[in-house]
């Protein structure tokens, strides 16, 4: 699948975003502050996407924030096996999982009512106007964690299953999988 | 909406959505969408989701993000990563070594003062002059000052400094130069600051504050210095 598709011109295997994104780095390590902001602008919104996607509702920027920050410190470990954006999504990732433990654990600390939490949801839902993209939301929000993070990566943001299952932590069979069922999921509750 | 039966289509669809195909392909899979309405419902889906997600998600703020992020030029600058560690490493020692020149010149001055003080007789007076061999203490501040190029106001500290304590006790500043000459220490209070150095001479007034209380009359006869009885305005 993946090898059928074509992001861009590829050179040596990897494509002009992916040489381009090697070569920031690269300007990064020698001192360029200026190539940090460049690499930033590229890959902020998808990131930013991907949060959405994966339900992420607040401090959207904080988390884009940290995984650049995470990112940024350990630039050196990067060995560009995998696109330079894959990695950030493997990082944010990490750090949405961490986030949504440390939420449970404060949620049951609390003791949040179940009405508390749906109260609001209802007021982030107002912000979404068009009925349609409410009930898009709706149905992935029905989607299992797993499955949301699968069909984001791969409608919102275009990656192939090898990508996914690398950002994801999985096997590009089982994110063939993830996504099939996913679609199937929406497709159902569009049509109750 | 139902499932078009060909799956390796239906699978390229969110690839066609993101121009991921080459030419050949795209073509390949856009003939078919053309020719399959389940096919075109479920890429107006996907359209519909990608739309979406853009739309519920907030634009990211590049400054902030930028603003957290470390600095490549410390970060990487001459091949060392932990180049960041490195000043406040040297910071650390350089506060070490006032912290030990504050303890040696605050103890030692201690320790003289009280031979000093406590006995009066002029034969030990001269064993403290002696292990000095600079006559004027003073003059022990441009020596250092030449030797360490010191930023000018920090100069004019040290001087300020040094002028006050001679107003204070001669016998004291005398005593506190010559345990000063005697340890070393006299280039590391030439590059304190002036916070530093206030610092100091608070320590040192303190412990001048046990032969203060007891006004005991001292005659050094030393040449070139005052009695310590004398009053410090004279």
């Known amino acids: 699948m993946s090898d059928a598709t074509s992001a861009g011109t590829r050179v040596g295997g990897r494509s002009d975003d992916d040489q381009r994104d090697l070569e920031l780095i690269a300007r990064w390590k020698s001192g360029d502050e200026r190539a940090a902001t460049e690499i930033v602008e590229r890959h902020a919104q998808a990131l930013a996407r991907f949060a959405v996607s994966s339900g992420e509702r607040s401090e959207v920027d904080e988390l884009v924030q940290d995984t650049f920050v995470r990112a940024f410190h350990s630039l050196d470990g990067f060995r560009g096996d995998s696109s330079f954006r894959t990695w950030l999504f493997t990082i944010e990732r990490r750090l949405l999982l961490d986030r949504r433990r440390a939420e449970k654990r404060r949620r049951d600390r609390t003791e949040i009512q179940e009405d508390d939490a749906a109260t609001a949801y209802d007021a982030l839902d107002s912000v979404v106007a068009d009925e349609t993209q409410q009930r898009l939301r709706d149905a992935m929000e029905r989607l299992s964690p797993t499955q949301r993070e699968v069909f984001g990566l791969r409608v919102g943001e275009g990656l192939s299953y090898k990508e996914i299952a690398e950002a994801v932590g999985t096997t590009e069979g089982a994110a063939r999988v993830h996504y099939h069922n996913a679609m199937r999921a929406v497709k159902e509750f569009l049509n109750e | ?234």
Do not use: F
């Open chain 2, 1 to 234: 909406m139902s499932d078009c039966p060909n799956a390796e289509m239906r699978d390229l669809l969110p690839d066609l959505l993101h121009e991921r195909l080459d030419a050949s392909l795209r073509a390949a899979v856009t003939a078919h969408v053309g020719a399959c309405e389940d096919c075109r419902a479920e890429l107006m889906l996907l359209e519909g989701v990608q739309r979406m997600l853009t739309k519920q998600t907030p634009r990211v703020d590049v400054t902030y993000v930028v603003g957290a992020l470390p600095l490549a030029s410390r970060k990487h600058a001459a091949g060392q990563p932990a180049a960041r560690v490195a000043p406040q490493r040297r910071w650390a020692d350089w506060r070490v070594a006032a912290a030990v020149a504050v303890l040696a010149v605050g103890g030692t001055s201690a320790a003289l003062m009280e031979r000093s003080n406590a006995i009066v007789i002029p034969g030990d007076t001269v064993q403290v002059v002696r292990s000095n061999p600079t006559p004027e203490p003073v003059q022990a501040t441009p020596a250092t000052v030449a030797g360490n190029p010191t930023p000018a106001p920090e100069r004019a500290a040290a001087a300020q400094s040094t002028a006050h304590t001679r107003i204070r006790s001669t016998d004291t500043e005398q005593v506190a130069t010559t345990a000063n000459d005697g340890l070393g220490v006299g280039r590391s209070i030439g590059d304190m600051s002036q916070k530093q150095l206030r610092a100091l001479l608070d320590d040192i007034g303190s412990m001048q504050a046990v032969p203060i209380t007891e006004p005991e009359p001292v005659s050094l006869k030393v040449e070139g210095t005052r009695s310590s009885s004398e009053p410090e305005d004279l």
